[in-house]
């Protein structure tokens, strides 16, 4: 007996030798392809769901150390390419107070910084396209890659966000204080 796996079922299911002879030259076997497409679903499920798992407990095995060693913990931001060159986007680090704006300044390059300034605190705006912060408060600008004050009222760099790019994740993996 033919396993039917190895079978050739036409799309109306008819025998192959009442096919007309276009199908029979060029037959599509519609239950095993679908077969094929269903294994393959199956089989990118399952590799995914490992990867995620296996991403997952790196974090946590990561972080654990860190902890021993008193080192701030790791958080994930975003995907790489998740941001348009230009783009910026807002997360919450080291505490879920703290505020802080990841930046694609280039193709490769992203920055990230608190967004408090430091003068009085006000929420500092990207201005990726002028290169730099602005501070509405006082109009005080930083440099969009150093974080370092450029014009008005501040005279410290804004904090800077540590960056760890791991497996296409962009994660926040500590903070460097302003050092003036
Ligand atoms: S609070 Fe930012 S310039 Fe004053």
Redesign the pocket.
């Known amino acids: 007996m033919t396993d039917r796996e190895e079978m050739t079922i036409a799309p109306n299911g008819e025998p192959m030798e009442l096919q007309p002879k276009w199908r029979r030259d060029f037959p599509v076997d519609w239950p095993q392809d679908h077969y094929v497409a269903r294994r393959d679903f199956t089989k990118f499920m399952v590799l995914t769901s490992f990867a995620f798992l296996a991403g997952q407990a790196w974090i946590v095995l990561q972080n654990l150390l860190r902890q021993r060693r008193g080192v701030p913990p790791l958080r994930r931001i975003a995907g790489i390419g998740q941001l348009p060159v230009g783009g910026s986007l807002a997360f919450n680090y080291p505490g879920e107070h703290d505020t802080c704006l990841l930046v694609r300044i280039g193709d490769d390059s992203y920055v990230a910084f608190d967004q408090r300034?430091t003068?009085?605190?006000?929420a500092v705006i990207p201005e990726p396209e002028r290169g730099r912060f602005l501070?509405p408060?006082?109009?005080?600008w930083f440099d969009i890659e150093t974080g370092k004050p450029l014009a008005?009222?501040?005279r410290r760099p804004l904090a800077r966000i540590r960056l760890e790019i791991v497996n296409d994740e962009i994660y926040a993996a500590g903070v460097e204080l302003s050092t003036i």
Do not use: R, V
């Not at 003068?119 to 006000?122: D, E, F």
């Not at 408060?137 to 005080?140: E, K």
């Open positions: 300034c003068h009085l605190s006000c501070c408060c006082h109009n005080g008005g009222p501040p």
